[in-house]
C-alpha cells in the first residue's frame, strides 16, 4: 500500500439553492435563503412551514423524488464521460419513501409499484447508469449519511480495491421526515437560523450532491485528506451534551489527513439550528480550535437540513470554496448566541481557502467530519497496513432461536425458518432497555449481546435490507389516521435504519466509527467491506452484525419472493484486528451479478482455476426471488473453481431474509471451528479440519464472496 | 382532579409501553421525567401528543414542557386549566 491522493474530480449538486455549480454559487454569494413554505404536500393541519424545497422535481415521474435528485446531482459527471466508477457510495435514508407514502395510504397491494421503495435502489439506478460492475453502497446513518460516503470512497481508493468511486448523498422531502421531525418539535417555524439567539429549530430540507473520486491526477477541484467517524452513544436523538462525539470525529479527521488545527482555514459546521445540536457542535469545535478559531459558517439556514443528502451537498460546497475562494455565510442567524462563542461569517467572504473541516451529526449519536483541501497543498496522508479482521466470536438468530438452539436444529436438518417469537428473542435483555423498540431492534441488540458477551466492542457496522419496518409502519399508520396530526416520535426515532446501530452503541459505550449499510440482498457483506476499510478494530473490537424483521404488511410489499415463507434474523460477528480467531475477508463484491462479466471477476478474486480446493464447503446464498440466475452463477463459479465439494443451500434451511447470509457467516465460524459442517445439510458434507476454510458466496442481483479460514 | 389523574396514569403506562411500571405506582408528586419511572426526553414528545390529541392542549414550547410534565400532578393541572372540555 502507497501513499494515495484521493482527488474530487467532478461534481454535481442540488439544493433549494439551485442546481448545479454557477446557481450553487451565484447563491452562496449573495447570501441569500432557499427556504419558502412547504407547497410539495399540504398539511391538513397548521401552517406549512419553511422547508428547501426543490421546485422542478414535481410529481407525477416514473421514479421517485430521491432518485430523480440523486439523477441530476450525478449527470455533470456522467456527462463528463470517462471510464466507469468502480465503486458506488451513496448516503440516503428516506430512499422511495415520498412516492410510498400515498400508495400506503391509498392501500396499494401491489409490490410492483413500490419496486423503488428499498434506500439501496437510488445507488443502485445511479450504478446502472454509470455502468458500475463493483461495490455498491448505500450509507443509511440518517443526517450524516451523506459525509460517510466521502470517508468511505476515499478508503476503497487508498486501500487499492477501487480508482474511481461515485460518493454522494441524496434525499427528498417526504411526509415521514416532515412530521417527524416536528413531532420532536426540532423545526423552526420561522426558518432555520443556526447559531443565532433565538433559534428554535431546524427546516427539514431536499437535495443531493454527487462527487466523482479518483485516485489519478487531471484537474481536481479538491483533495479529500482524511475523514472521522465516531458515535456518542449517548441517545437515541439529542448530541452528547459536551459535543464529546463531534470532537473525536474531528480529531480523527485531522489526525488522518495529518494537519493540525492551524491548516483549518474554514469550518464548514454542521449546524442544523436546534438549541441542542448547535450547542453542543460549538463546544466541540472551541475545544478543538481553542481561542484561534477558523472562518465557520453553517448553510442550512441558506439549503434547510437536506438529511442524508447534506452531508454531500455541504462537501460539495467545500469543494467550490476551495475552487472558488468563497466562504459561504451563515445565512439566518441575525444575532450570534453569545452562549456559543462562536463568531461565525454574517456574510459571504472572498479568501483563499486550504483546507475545510465539514460536519455531519445524525440520530444514533453517528458523526463523521471530513477535511477537503486544495489539490496537492499538503501531503498525502500516510498510508497503513492492517492486519485481516479476526472473528472473536459470534452469534445467529433465525425462526429456531438463538445460536445454540439454530445449530442444534440444523444438525438434525431441522428447518429454522421463521419468525422467533419476541418473547424468547428478548429473554437476557433488560426490559427498560427494550420497551421502546419494536423487532428489529430488538433482533439487533440481542444479536450484538451474545456475540459480544463480556467484551467492549468500540464501533459498530450494521446491515439491513430493509430497516425498522414496523416502526415506519406504526409511524405512518398513525400520521394517516389522524389526518396527520398525531405523529409518534417514538417511532419516528425508531424508524430510522440505524437506530438499532445507534441504541448497539449506547448499550455498550461503543463510541467508535458506527456505520448502518442498506442493500436488498448484500447488506451485511456491505457492513463487513466498510468494517474492513474503516480500519475499525485496532484499539479493540467491533461489531459486524446484519439482521432483518418479517413485517405482515410490509414485507410483502417490499420483498414479495422472500416474504412467501415469513421468515427473519440475522447474525453478528465481534471481530478485530488481533487475537487467534477465524480470520474473515470480504473477497468480492458487485452491486450487479448480472453485469457481462462480473461473475468472471468474482472467479479471479478467488483465485480462479483451482481456488476450490482452498475450501471445505461452500455456503450458498440463493435468494428466493432470482433462483435460476443465482444456480447458474453457482455452478459457474464451481466449475472455473473446480470447487467439488458439499454445497449449503443456507436460504433454504434459514430463511429468504435480506441479512440472511449474516446468519450463515455466523454459523459457518462455528463449523470453522468444528472442521465440518453438518453432514445432514448437504451431500458430501464431511470434515475439513486441515486448513481449508469455508466459502459464502452471495448470488443473485448483487454478487460476494466472503471466506472464513481457520486462524 | 382525581380522576384525571388515574386516567393520565393509566395512559402513560400504555402509550410509554412503561413495562415494569403499575399506574399506581406513578407518585402524582415525584419527579415524573428522568427520575425512577425510566421517562426521558422522547417520552415526554409522546406524552406532548397524546395530551394534544385527548384533551386539545398543545404544548409546544419547551420552559412551559419543563413546568407542565414536572410531576404527573402538574400534567393533570395544566390540563385541568386548559382542557377546552375541562375548564370552568
Not at chain 1, 341 to 370: D, I
Not at chain 1, 544 to 560: N, T
Not at chain 1, 565 to 584: F, N, T
Not at chain 1, 620 to 641: E, F, H, W, Y
Request: charged share 20%; proline share 7%.
Amino acid at each position: 500500500m502507497t501513499d494515495k491522493r484521493v482527488y474530487i474530480a467532478g461534481f454535481g449538486i442540488i439544493s433549494a439553492l439551485g442546481t448545479g455549480s454557477t446557481e450553487t454559487l451565484e447563491a452562496l454569494a449573495s447570501g441569500r435563503s432557499g427556504l419558502a413554505p412547504i407547497s410539495r404536500f399540504r398539511p391538513p393541519a397548521g401552517d406549512p412551514l419553511p422547508v428547501g424545497q426543490i421546485q422542478e422535481i414535481d410529481a407525477g415521474k416514473t421514479m421517485p423524488a430521491t432518485h430523480r435528485l440523486a439523477q441530476i446531482a450525478a449527470a455533470p459527471i456522467l456527462t463528463a464521460g470517462g471510464p466507469p466508477p468502480d465503486a458506488v457510495v451513496v448516503g440516503t435514508t428516506t430512499g422511495g419513501m415520498a412516492a410510498t407514502e400515498p400508495l400506503l395510504r391509498a392501500g396499494i397491494e401491489d409490490p410492483e409499484a413500490y419496486r423503488w421503495h428499498g434506500a439501496a435502489t437510488v445507488a443502485a439506478d445511479l450504478a446502472r447508469r454509470f455502468r458500475c460492475t463493483g461495490p455498491v453502497l448505500t450509507v443509511s446513518t440518517a443526517c450524516s449519511s451523506g459525509a460517510a460516503p466521502a470517508a468511505l470512497g476515499a478508503a476503497l481508493i487508498r486501500s487499492g480495491r477501487a480508482a474511481r468511486v461515485l460518493a454522494g448523498g441524496a434525499d427528498s422531502l417526504c411526509r415521514l421526515t416532515y412530521y417527524g421531525f416536528l413531532s420532536l418539535q426540532l423545526i423552526d417555524p420561522n426558518g432555520a437560523r443556526p447559531l443565532d439567539r433565538d433559534r428554535k429549530g431546524m427546516s427539514v430540507a431536499e437535495g443531493a450532491a454527487m462527487m466523482m473520486l479518483t485516485a489519478g491526477d487531471g484537474n481536481p477541484d479538491a483533495e479529500i485528506l482524511g475523514a472521522g467517524l465516531s458515535c456518542d452513544a449517548w441517545h437515541p436523538t439529542a448530541p452528547h451534551p459536551e459535543g464529546d462525539g463531534a470532537l473525536s470525529a474531528m480529531k480523527a479527521a485531522l489526525n488522518q489527513a495529518g494537519l493540525s488545527t492551524g491548516d483549518i482555514d474554514y469550518v464548514n459546521l454542521h449546524g442544523t439550528g436546534t438549541i441542542d445540536n448547535d450547542l453542543s457542535e460549538a463546544l466541540a469545535v472551541r475545544a478543538l480550535f481553542s481561542e484561534k478559531l477558523p472562518a465557520l459558517s453553517s448553510v442550512k439556514g441558506a439549503t434547510g437540513h437536506s438529511l442524508a443528502a447534506s452531508g454531500a451537498v455541504e462537501a460539495v460546497v467545500s469543494a467550490l470554496a476551495i475552487r472558488h475562494g468563497l466562504l459561504p455565510a451563515n445565512t439566518g442567524c441575525r444575532l450570534a448566541d453569545p452562549a456559543l462563542a462562536l463568531f461565525p461569517l454574517k456574510t459571504p467572504k472572498r479568501a483563499s481557502v486550504r483546507a475545510v473541516l465539514s460536519n455531519a451529526f445524525g440520530f444514533g449519536g453517528s458523526n463523521a467530519a471530513v477535511v477537503i483541501a486544495q489539490p496537492d497543498r499538503f501531503s498525502p496522508p500516510r498510508a497503513a497496513e492492517h492486519p485481516p479482521l479476526r472473528i472473536a466470536s459470534c452469534a445467529c438468530v433465525t425462526g429456531a432461536g438463538a445460536t445454540d438452539a439454530t445449530l442444534k436444529k440444523l444438525h438434525a436438518a431441522g428447518s429454522c425458518a421463521g419468525v422467533l417469537d419476541e418473547e424468547i428473542l428478548c429473554r437476557g435483555l433488560p426490559p427498560r432497555l427494550i420497551r421502546r423498540l419494536r423487532r428489529l431492534p430488538r433482533l439487533a441488540l440481542s444479536l450484538a449481546a451474545e456475540a459480544a458477551g463480556d467484551a467492549r466492542p468500540e464501533g459498530v457496522f450494521f446491515g439491513t435490507g430493509w430497516g425498522a419496518l414496523s416502526e415506519t409502519d406504526r409511524f405512518l399508520t398513525r400520521l394517516f389516521e389522524s389526518d396527520e396530526k398525531y405523529p409518534s416520535p417514538t417511532d419516528f426515532v425508531g424508524s430510522v435504519h440505524n437506530a438499532p446501530a445507534g441504541q448497539i452503541a449506547q448499550f455498550f459505550g461503543a463510541r467508535g466509527p458506527n456505520l448502518t449499510l442498506t442493500g436488498e440482498n448484500d447488506a451485511f457483506e456491505q457492513a463487513l467491506l466498510a468494517a474492513e476499510l474503516i480500519c475499525a478494530g485496532q484499539n479493540g473490537p467491533v461489531l459486524v452484525v446484519g439482521a432483518d424483521e418479517a413485517h405482515p404488511r410490509l414485507s410483502p410489499l417490499f420483498d414479495p419472493a422472500s416474504a412467501a415463507q415469513a421468515a427473519d434474523g440475522g447474525g453478528a460477528l465481534l471481530v478485530e484486528r488481533a487475537g487467534s480467531g477465524p480470520i474473515v475477508s470480504l473477497r468480492f463484491l458487485s452491486g450487479d451479478g448480472g453485469a457481462a462479466g462480473a461473475v468472471d471477476k468474482l472467479i479471479d478474486a478467488l483465485g480462479g482455476d483451482g481456488a476450490g480446493a482452498r475450501f471445505g464447503a461452500v455456503l450458498a446464498g440463493i435468494p428466493a426471488g432470482n433462483k435460476t440466475a443465482a444456480r447458474a452463477q453457482l455452478d459457474k463459479v464451481a466449475t472455473a473453481c473446480r470447487f467439488a465439494g458439499p454445497v449449503f443451500d443456507y436460504r433454504q434451511w434459514i430463511g429468504q431474509f435480506a441479512t440472511a447470509s449474516a446468519a450463515a457467516a455466523a454459523m459457518a465460524c462455528r463449523w470453522i471451528g468444528q472442521g465440518r459442517i453438518p453432514p445432514a445439510l448437504c451431500a458430501g458434507a464431511e470434515g475439513f479440519d486441515d486448513g481449508r476454510g469455508l466459502l459464502l458466496l452471495g448470488l443473485g442481483d448483487s454478487i460476494s464472496a466472503v471466506e472464513i479460514f481457520p486462524g | 382532579m382525581e380522576p384525571l389523574l388515574k386516567e393520565l396514569r393509566e395512559k402513560i403506562v400504555d402509550i410509554l409501553d412503561l413495562v415494569d411500571v403499575r399506574p399506581d405506582d406513578i407518585d402524582p408528586d415525584a419527579r415524573l421525567v428522568g427520575g425512577e419511572l425510566g421517562i426521558d426526553s422522547i417520552d415526554v414528545l409522546e406524552m406532548v401528543m397524546m395530551v394534544e390529541k385527548d384533551y386539545g392542549v398543545k404544548i409546544d414550547n419547551r420552559e412551559v414542557g419543563v413546568k407542565v410534565f414536572a410531576t404527573l400532578r402538574a400534567l393533570g393541572e395544566h390540563i385541568r386549566q386548559n382542557a377546552p372540555e375541562l375548564r370552568g
